[in-house]
């Protein structure tokens, strides 16, 4: 009789859900509301985690029958999809420099490090007499 076990007798474990990545945008005002929950959740002995909270919310939607579920997404404003668009007005740099004031040459380039072996280039220029010798 074999000892190996068949997929039947086996031990099964539970696979391994996949996690999905994602990003998105919210209004600073709702992003704080998370860390409230976070402390009130807290407050009720249960630590959890911002992605936690995420999942709980879309799951208790999912339970909502449809009039809830529609005045729940009536509740959130609409937003643009993308990033956010970068400040138009540049962030202000404070001058010191005045207008006769000569302007500094551009930094040199620092040569590079050394390699690790710099003596390669030496032994690389050796005749085959002196190699022979060294060895």
Do not use: H
């Not at 072996?117 to 005749?127: G, L, Q, V």
């Amino acid at each position: 009789m074999s000892s190996r076990k068949t997929k039947d007798t086996a031990d099964t474990k539970p696979r391994k859900v996949k996690l999905v990545r994602d990003s998105f945008c919210m209004p600073k005002d709702e992003y704080a509301l998370i860390d409230g929950l976070k402390a009130r959740a807290l407050t009720l002995g249960k630590a959890v985690k911002k992605s936690e909270l995420l999942r709980a919310g879309v799951l208790w939607l999912n339970a909502a029958q449809d009039p809830d579920l529609l005045a729940a997404i009536g509740k959130v404003e609409s937003l643009k999809t993308g990033r956010p668009a970068r400040s138009e007005t540049p962030p202000e740099v404070p001058t010191t420099a005045t207008p006769q004031a000569k302007a500094k040459p551009a930094p040199t380039p620092t040569p590079k490090p050394a390699t690790k072996r710099p003596a390669r280039a030496a032994r690389a220029a050796r005749t085959p007499a002196e190699a022979v010798a060294s060895t």
